[in-house]
């Protein structure tokens, strides 16, 4: 009898585990319901901090806007309509950079990396905006130090491309070519660890250079290995 229910105990303590974790792991669209509304209900899986990026966009009326990683364009969707509240549309500008179909499972695993869609979509969805689209197909790390000196001086900047440190570090070193005294670059990723993303970077900037703001909310995300835990953080030139 205590054999059978010690057995019980363990399946019963097992299923709780699998519906946690096909619950918690996973994107939120994929979730079972039960474990959808632990999720929802304990704020995990759902990522808050991207509405810093609008809030910043609409604050400074940035109207040039770069960012590295496009994939799917809609956060470049949603940032163009939030610089459509202060200029006409075509006044506008998009610089957007992604590998798109050049990302293969070598790429994927490198950098971390979620998969695009192909470049043509993704160029004509923005071009609905009404704003001016320069959008980049190809490994950053190659493409920005070719075409660096074309670009103007950017409002803002997004970056958010390969998570690799060496992409990181090549992104950052281009970006600033194409910020002025009041160009405000946004990194995401700043991580609770600094084998990959930018935190390894951030918390080398030198203060004495720029004003370094690392933005809430956390967003944070159960893994296979704990959790993980997501920072926007800003970062501008200082003011002498
Ligand atoms: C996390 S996604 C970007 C998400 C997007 N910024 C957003 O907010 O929705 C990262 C993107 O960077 C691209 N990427 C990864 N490594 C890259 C590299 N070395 N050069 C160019 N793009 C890269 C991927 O193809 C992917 O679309």
Redesign the pocket.
Known sequence: MFERAAVSKKRWRASVKTLLFSGLIYPISQLAPLGRFISLAFGLNVAKR?DRLFEIIDRYKCRRIM??????G???KQMIETAKKHFPANEVEYYG????EL?DEH?LKE?L????PPYHIVKRKLEETGAKIFLFK????E?LPRVVNTLPTMDFI?I????SLK?IESDWRYAQAVMGPNTIAVF?DYWNRSDAGCKALIDALDRAKFDVEILPPKDRFLKEDGFLEINLVKVTRKRS
């Open positions: 991207y960012e590295i990683g496009t994939y799917d809609e956060h470049a950079f992604d590998l798109f990302l790429k950098e990396s979620k998969k695009p190809g490994d950053t790390r493409v997004f958010d491309g390969g998570h992409t995401d």
